[in-house]
């Protein structure tokens, strides 16, 4: 299948955040033949290293069930703490988050999640949040334990 190249500019930067390679993988994928920029973390303590060095990232999302010092959700309240200006996308195949388990405005998807429903929310996203300057914030030690994580960073899509 031919892809019709653009020139335009990606739309903005998305962090996943999933424990599991294929998956993470895949998601990543799917958000860079959107047009947008993926960045990838397996686990809460990469995400947080991340953010703090990549100030263009405007949309965390992340799975609910990871190993490490936060889950998913605790990732998403840090992140609504620390970068309020970003917006979250949760998802699970497992739990589905109670009536304010949620940060304010976070959406949720169930796993499997529907590939165009996920970029219907990823094109969604407020105005204002994409066009807003975004500064990471400084180190934040207390959201993340020290022990090394592997993270991944893929700015440009797959050849092939």
Known sequence: MLMAQSSEPPLFAVLVVD??????????????????IAFGAANADAAIR???RQPDIR??????????AM????????????WPSVAI???????RPAQGELPADGIFFP????????IAALRDIPADVLTCGIAAPPSHP????????????????PSG
């Open 59 to 68: 949309v965390l999302f992340t799975d609910v069930d990871m190993p490490g």
């Open 19 to 36: 424990d599991e390679p294929l998956l993470l993988m895949d998601a990543m994928d799917l958000i860079e033949d959107a047009g947008f």
């Open 142 to 157: 207390e959201l993340r334990d020290e022990k090394p994580t592997s993270a991944s960073k893929r700015t440009t899509p």
């Open 50 to 52: 991340i953010l703090e």
């Open 89 to 95: 996308i949760v998802t699970s195949g497992h739990v």
């Open 71 to 82: 889950d998913g959700l605790e990732l998403a309240h840090a992140v609504r703490h620390h």
């Open 111 to 118: 796993k499997p999640y529907p590939p165009k429903g996920m």
